[in-house]
């Protein structure tokens, strides 16, 4: 690693660029590593959140847990994964917690997560353990992975973030067909303390080797002033323009734009939850049996997590705001028609709308965690994404316990329809997202810049 030289150039925004230092500069690697390594530690997690539906069965069966206990220890656990970001990434940014000691932190905790439940039936233990302490560690992979390639990837981070935020659900998909074909309450220990061992050594080395670049860096091939006006020649730039500043967590609540956001993701990020969570016992409940179940589950996964990256690359074309509004309808619209397909027992349309839940319920949130650095710059973005994130506290309750709640009320019915509902309502509130300190003139402006001549003529 080198000390080499830097300038800082200021825009007409007053938004600083650090120029001059190459990602060998810095941590003596290509910048690359800091999307691959991110993106196995991921995956290495993914099965808390996407494994779980084909585990609690077993767990059921062996220790006498309910239904709603089983759903309530992955709503809490939802809840310390989702609370975790914000005070994590204010640490990173104050420079008292590196990258690697979140990482190496959250290694520790994913795999005491599993070991807990292998080892006991007692719920305070599989609370303390799996939900506290797996959903801590977990929340410290997500949000440090997420935050760290949008900062080496500023100028292009829409299929970079798409791609590893993708890992967090299909990294779940083998041991979601090794649960559903082999965990008995018989082997269940075994199985469990591998998967834990996992995530500890995976998580561990990767963490190991992550690191920040500075505040405001930018990369050395591409001038920052051309970029931030539109003139780069970067496509994406027509429908997402950059940031007008860096701005604080106070800062970004005032324009009331991160509140928006938040809120949006509150209940998408439940129904989310309440397919991932529910979709294996309601395919059972369909008289799917277990392996169309857990092939369903492992759809919902796959598609869950390509569809990250996919939209990640199409919100580069089409916009972020606009790809996120088209998803949420989608997701919106699966809902009714996985309950369809369930209560026909229509074995082929409940995979397709598997797929359909599986990319609506995972795409929006690369489209989140691109969009927070847009609109509110990268400097504070991982305490920005952290207050947006945080919005899965109460998601993850709805998603998990209240829904299993809905579930013994209303059935499955109900609650699919109130999940498709609310989705289409959270697609409505997304029509009113604005990048704060930019008029729609200015906006319009950056789009006829990069827009090919024939095409600005209209």
Same mark, same amino acid.
């Given at each position: 690693?080198?000390?080499?030289?830097?300038?800082?150039?200021?825009?007409?925004?007053?938004?600083?660029?650090?120029?001059?230092?190459?990602?060998?500069?810095? /941590?003596?690697?290509?910048?690359?590593?800091?999307?691959?390594?991110?993106?196995?530690?991921?995956?290495? %997690?993914?099965?808390?959140?996407?494994?779980?539906?084909?585990?609690?069965?077993?767990?059921?069966?062996?220790?006498?847990?309910?239904?709603?206990?089983?759903?309530?220890?992955?709503?809490?656990?939802?809840?310390?994964?989702?609370?975790?970001?914000?005070? *994590?990434?204010?640490?990173?940014?104050?420079?008292?917690?590196?990258?690697?000691? @979140? /990482?190496?932190?959250?290694?520790?905790?994913?795999?005491?997560?599993?070991? @807990?439940?292998?080892?006991?039936?007692?719920?305070?233990?599989?609370?303390?353990?799996?939900?506290?302490?797996?959903?801590?560690?977990?929340?410290?992979?997500? @949000?440090?992975?997420?935050?760290?390639?949008?900062?080496?990837?500023?100028?292009?981070?829409?299929?970079?973030?798409?791609?590893?935020?993708?890992?967090?659900?299909?990294?779940?998909?083998?041991?979601?067909?090794?649960?559903?074909?082999?965990?008995?309450?018989?082997?269940?220990?075994?199985?469990?303390?591998? /998967?834990?061992?996992?995530?500890?050594?995976?998580?561990?080395?990767?963490?190991?080797?992550?690191?920040?670049?500075?505040?405001?860096?930018?990369?050395?091939? %591409?001038?920052?002033?051309?970029? *931030?006006?539109?003139?780069?020649?970067?496509?994406?730039?027509?429908?997402?323009?950059?940031?007008?500043?860096?701005?604080?967590?106070?800062?970004?609540?005032?324009?009331? /734009?991160?509140?928006?956001?938040?809120?949006?993701?509150?209940?998408?990020?439940?129904?989310?939850?309440?397919?991932?969570?529910?979709?294996?016992?309601?395919?059972?409940?369909?008289?799917?049996?277990?392996?169309?179940?857990?092939?369903?589950?492992?759809?919902?996964?796959?598609?869950?997590?390509?569809?990250?990256?996919?939209?990640?690359?199409?919100?580069?074309?089409?916009?972020?705001?606009?790809?996120?509004?088209?998803?949420?309808?989608?997701?919106?619209?699966?809902?009714?028609?996985?309950?369809?397909?369930?209560?026909?027992?229509?074995? %082929?349309?409940?995979?397709?709308?598997?797929?359909?839940?599986?990319?609506?319920?995972?795409?929006?949130?690369?489209?989140?965690?691109?969009?927070?650095?847009?609109?509110?710059?990268?400097?504070?973005?991982?305490?920005?994404?952290?207050?947006?994130?945080?919005?899965?506290?109460?998601?993850? %309750?709805?998603?998990?316990?209240?829904?299993?709640?809905?579930?013994?009320?209303?059935?499955?019915?109900?609650?699919?329809?109130?999940?498709?509902?609310?989705?289409?309502?959270? *697609?409505?509130?997304?029509?009113?997202?604005?990048?704060?300190?930019?008029?729609?003139?200015?906006?319009?402006?950056?789009?006829?810049?990069?827009?090919?001549?024939?095409?600005?003529?209209?």
């Amino acid at each position: 690693m080198t000390t080499a030289q830097y300038q800082e150039i200021v825009d007409e925004n007053g938004r600083v660029y650090r120029i001059g230092e190459t990602p060998h500069d810095i /941590m003596g690697r290509s910048r690359s590593w800091m999307v691959w390594l991110p993106w196995i530690a991921m995956m290495a %997690v993914s099965v808390y959140e996407y494994g779980w539906g084909a585990v609690e069965g077993t767990l059921e069966q062996k220790y006498g847990w309910t239904l709603s206990d089983a759903f309530w220890l992955a709503s809490i656990w939802a809840v310390f994964q989702a609370a975790v970001a914000f005070p *994590a990434g204010r640490l990173r940014e104050k420079n008292i917690v590196s990258a690697k000691t @979140a /990482m190496l932190a959250g290694a520790v905790c994913s795999g005491i997560g599993y070991f @807990a439940i292998s080892h006991s039936g007692n719920l305070v233990v599989a609370f303390a353990g799996y939900s506290v302490l797996g959903g801590t560690g977990a929340g410290l992979v997500y @949000a440090t992975c997420v935050n760290m390639v949008g900062k080496w990837y500023p100028e292009k981070r829409g299929a970079r973030t798409g791609f590893v935020n993708g890992g967090f659900a299909y990294g779940a998909v083998p041991f979601i067909y090794v649960f559903a074909a082999f965990l008995t309450p018989a082997n269940y220990s075994a199985i469990l303390d591998v /998967m834990a061992g996992y995530m500890l050594v995976a998580v561990g080395v990767c963490g190991f080797l992550f690191r920040d670049p500075p505040k405001s860096w930018w990369p050395k091939e %591409v001038d920052p002033i051309s970029w *931030a006006k539109g003139r780069s020649g970067v496509p994406s730039l027509a429908r997402n323009p950059p940031a007008v500043r860096q701005f604080t967590p106070m800062e970004a609540v005032r324009t009331g /734009m991160l509140p928006l956001m938040w809120v949006c993701l509150v209940i998408i990020g439940g129904v989310s939850l309440f397919g991932i969570n529910f979709q294996v016992p309601f395919a059972k409940e369909s008289h799917f049996g277990a392996f169309v179940a857990a092939s369903s589950a492992g759809v919902l996964a796959i598609v869950n997590g390509t569809g990250r990256a996919v939209v990640g690359w199409a919100s580069d074309k089409l916009g972020r705001r606009r790809t996120l509004t088209i998803v949420l309808l989608i997701a919106g619209g699966a809902q009714f028609g996985v309950l369809y397909a369930g209560n026909t027992h229509n074995l %082929v349309l409940f995979m397709v709308f598997a797929f359909l839940t599986g990319f609506g319920g995972g795409a929006f949130y690369p489209l989140f965690a691109a969009l927070v650095p847009d609109y509110f710059g990268e400097n504070n973005n991982a305490s920005n994404y952290g207050l947006v994130y945080s919005a899965k506290l109460v998601g993850g %309750v709805g998603g998990g316990g209240l829904a299993a709640g809905v579930i013994g009320a209303w059935g499955y019915t109900g609650a699919y329809v109130l999940a498709g509902c609310i989705a289409v309502l959270s *697609a409505v509130l997304t029509l009113f997202l604005r990048q704060p300190g930019r008029s729609r003139h200015q906006l319009a402006e950056t789009e006829l810049v990069t827009r090919p001549p024939a095409a600005a003529g209209g």
